[in-house]
């Protein structure tokens, strides 16, 4: 018996961080007629291009087409999801982000995990929850956690980023958002000194008791053509880390 729809998506799952699961799904979806295919073809070969080579003409004819059958079918693609989580975000073929209420992440995480290769969390409004979430091996597969303090009321906190620090379940993080969640110095120097998440590469830190490292540093790390710096930001929020 050949593989199933069901048992390809399966490997994906059991491996969201990895492309190859995408393409053998992707080949078997092509067989059948069915768009998401092509996205996942796509938005692979996206996120290659403009890694390796910048915006090309070739990234853009990819991202035009991309955006056409997104604008056709996103709504279908993320409705199993958006019914548990807001702004459900695809990258490589599949919703990869969603935004939720941090009290929710104990319930919501397990289900979501089952219908989409989840690997980027917004959670907002986390609080004095920061510490629990830290602990919990939902964590696992997260590489992009951005702790949101929208009320302005509940952020994590030193505390909540020292349990952060030394959780053994953060191995894949990549960007931690922390902007406006009251970090000091005692927070941040918990996080540097942190082993836990060796590719980490990503820490906003705005709004906290820290100096600002573009204020120490600057901004010449970043593209001066506004056309590239442009196309960083749709691959930020399309394809992600």
Known sequence: MGDTRDSLFANVLADPDVDAPRLELARFLDAQGDPQGELIRLQIELAKE???????????????????????????????????????????????????????????VPRLVKLAPIRK??????????????????????????????????????????ALAISPHVKRMKRLGLISNDIGPTGLEALAASKRMPDLIDVELDGNHVDSPFETYGTDMWPDDPNIASDLTTFNAQFGL
């Open 50 to 108: 403009l890694r390796k080579y910048g915006p090309t003409p070739d990234y853009r004819r990819m991202y035009l087409r991309a955006k056409e059958l997104l604008t056709q079918h996103e709504s279908e693609w993320t409705r199993p999801v958006a019914q548990i989580a807001a702004h459900p975000s695809i990258a490589r073929g599949f919703v990869e982000g969603v935004t939720l209420d941090a009290p929710r992440f104990f319930d919501a």
């Open 121 to 162: 969390l917004v959670l907002v409004d986390a609080g004095t929850l920061a510490e629990k979430i830290a602990q919990s091996p939902l964590l696992d597969q997260i590489v992009s956690l951005i702790f949101y303090n929208q009320s302005e009321t509940h952020p994590i906190g030193d505390t909540g980023l020292r």
